[in-house]
């Protein structure tokens, strides 16, 4: 009898101890993890590269998610780490806004005052999400911040030469328009130069699924969000949650014949107050010479 109690309390310290770390981890994934960011670097190494753009800096930004979890605090943070970073560009692939936020004037007027403190010597960048579809203030809010919408549009960025880097941005697949309409303008652009054109080109997208449905791809590096990497990521197992648009691409990178796709794994949270074994991040790109 003595030792049907021992062995039932043994199984009730092992029950205890079994619920106190379901406990911690979701505690954890709930009031922790979702508030952290981190940085993640990536040097690309490029043949033939000129001087003048060697160490070219890339912040990549995407899934902000402002409203849900992400507040003016967190922003504020957000924009002091990257301009440690010194970049020469920085790009917002997406989901600046969180569909649920009540937008209100006030609320869109911090944003771009902290957007506008982000300091990058040769430009900053954005296109929209499809939360952001929800928002007419989001050009504004965008503008306002000092970033250019690339929305189904391209830029050209010299540094110190005569080279350029080509930038190029399609928007959210939620306006229903074709990516080959959308870079249509883009492609063309390209398309003109027999020789001396650009010299990288690049290009922004929210969905990254949506490369697969480009029907002419000229671009060396494409940058996207979304995924989330699946905001819960388990051991041996990786993202279990994904959105469509993010089915087939959700890691961070993938090789696609000429392309690099880079994808960032947000730095906010979407649909849930969740994130677990995937903490919230920007990514850092460097341009240079092999």
Known sequence: MAKDKE???????????????????????????????????????????????????????SDIHYGRLFDEKSLQKLVNSINEQKPDIVVLTGDLIDKDTHMTTNMANKISNLLKKINAKAGKYAINGNNDLNFDEWVNIISNGGFKDLNNTYDTIY?????????????????????????????????????????????????????????????????????????????????????????????????????DLYISNGLGVSNYNFRLFNTPSYNLYRLVKK
């Open 7 to 61: 062995k039932h309390f043994s199984f009730l310290k092992i029950f205890i101890f079994i619920i106190l770390i379901i406990s911690a981890i979701i505690a954890y994934g709930f009031l922790i993890e979702p508030k952290l960011i981190t940085v993640k670097e990536q040097k690309i190494t490029l043949d033939n590269w000129p001087d003048n753009f060697n160490g070219f800096k890339i912040v990549h930004i």
């Open 159 to 259: 540094n110190d030469g005569y080279q350029n880097i080509f930038i190029a941005g399609a928007s959210t697949v939620k306006d229903k328009l074709s990516i080959n309409d959308k870079l249509k303008t883009s492609i063309d652009y390209l398309n003109s130069f027999d020789k001396n054109g650009p010299i990288y080109k690049i290009l922004l997208l929210h969905e990254p699924d949506t490369i697969d449905d480009l029907s002419n791809n000229p671009f060396n590096l494409i940058l996207a969000g979304h995924s989330h990497a699946g905001q819960i990521r388990l051991p041996f197992i990786g993202a279990i949650m994904l959105p469509d648009g993010a089915k087939k691409y959700y890691d961070s990178h993938y090789k696609l014949e000429n392309s």
